[in-house]
């Protein structure tokens, strides 16, 4: 059985009594998840069991769990997806900060960016304001981020880097809710699911490379 390298994960079969009492560190967590990540690339786990288990991953204490997390997965087959996943630049990391969970703009400004922490949850309420969601450059410490948007005569800009998954489930009345940034990503970026609605406002997501221009800001 090929041992695991110091700082790196790697899957043995289940029942190896020496190695599934260590604990794991953070580097493990983020290579399990990457395998997981890539199973679902491949069409190996649905979105659905991949959130379940990345979610598992993120939160394991020793290697047994994360071995049991990986037990049923086409390892082989999967090296390749992995070793893109290093050449990454949006990950899931394991900080210990708060996290940012909501950004309200009522008649005013709300801004999110830079090195914020978001968890799985954020709400972005705009009414008759303005808020900016730069997600570029935040850490994330979930594999799933839901954004729930209510603009109401407001607008809502959400910024996404350009390796992470995207869905979108907005509906605008009277108003418009963007899904240009909707699609696939890299395996190992975080998945962002947006939902809400645009009433007499409008929500807008787009993907920008880090460093490039935004474009004028919104005003409140």
Do not use: W
Not at 42 to 53: F, I, K, M, N
């Amino acid at each position: 059985m090929t041992q695991p390298q110091h700082g790196k994960y790697y899957p043995a079969p289940i029942g190896n009594d020496q190695r599934a009492g260590i604990r794991a560190s953070n580097a493990d967590r983020e290579e399990a998840h990457a395998f997981l990540s890539a199973a679902m690339s491949v069409g190996a786990l649905t979105p659905e069991e991949y959130t379940d288990r990345a979610g598992t991953a993120m939160a394991a204490t020793t290697l047994a769990d994360l071995d049991a997390l990986c037990a049923d997965l086409p390892m082989n087959r999967l090296t390749g997806a992995v070793a893109d996943v290093t050449l990454n630049e949006t990950r899931v990391s394991d900080s210990g900060a708060a996290p940012v969970t909501r950004a309200i703009a009522i008649m005013s400004g709300s801004e999110i960016s830079g090195g914020a922490v978001v968890g799985a949850h954020l709400s972005v309420v705009a009414f008759m304001g303005g808020a900016e969601i730069d997600l570029r450059d935040v850490e994330f410490t979930s594999p799933i981020l839901e954004i729930s948007c209510q603009a109401i005569m407001g607008g809502i800009r959400i910024t996404v880097p350009t390796d992470v998954t995207v869905e979108v489930h907005g509906s605008g009345i009277m108003g418009g809710f963007s899904g240009r940034a909707a699609g696939p990503g890299q395996p190992g970026a975080p998945r962002i699911v947006i939902r809400g609605f645009a009433l007499m406002g409008g929500v807008d997501t787009r993907r920008v490379g880090r460093g490039d221009d935004t474009g004028p800001r919104r005003a409140n």
